[in-house]
């Protein structure tokens, strides 16, 4: 397995109960679950992943959903800019222009096994091309396209600072 490294997985993860719904600003709801995500076309890519924490991870391989897959089931409003993707915790959230959120992976696997929920499974946001570490979402439940950057709901940055400090 890989050496990204683990945090405590919250309480409020369930990684049984897991299920993605993608809201807001989209002509239609979707709701998706472990099995549904399987079964749409995924890709692999691999990269090194550097923590603001001091560590990296190199060559990990991640294979999942492109998120601009869902988001086209979704058919989001032409008004949508932004979305807002939520973990499954409750806490922690970030926020992406639509753009860039559609070309990251939903990833459902690291290094070949299904992605261990202590890091994040089932689901995890990966970005793609350069980004900062808190913008990969654990545990991904809601991806809610908006309007407008959300601002005071977008929490990843803080809560990823906190642990540096």
Do not use: N, Q
């Amino acid at each position: 397995m890989s050496d990204l490294e683990p945090h405590d997985v919250p309480d409020d993860v369930d990684a049984d109960a897991w299920g993605l719904g993608v809201t807001g600003a989209v002509e239609r709801e979707l709701t998706v679950d472990v099995a549904g995500l399987e079964g749409l076309p995924t890709e692999t890519f691999t990269a090194d992943f550097a923590c603001v924490e001091g560590w990296v991870a190199e060559d990990l391989t991640w294979r999942g959903v492109r998120v601009g897959d869902l988001l086209e089931r979704a058919e989001p409003a032409a008004s949508a800019t932004h979305a807002l993707v939520r973990a499954m915790d409750g806490a922690y959230a970030c926020s992406y222009p639509i753009e860039r959120l559609s070309e990251a992976v939903l990833a459902i696997e690291l290094d070949g096994a299904p992605l261990p929920v202590e890091h994040g499974g089932p689901a995890r946001l990966v970005p793609t091309g350069e980004a900062d570490c808190w913008e990969s979402v654990k545990w991904v439940a809601e991806i809610e396209l908006v309007d407008a950057p959300p601002d005071e709901e977008d929490t990843a940055k803080a809560i990823a600072l906190s642990r540096v400090e």
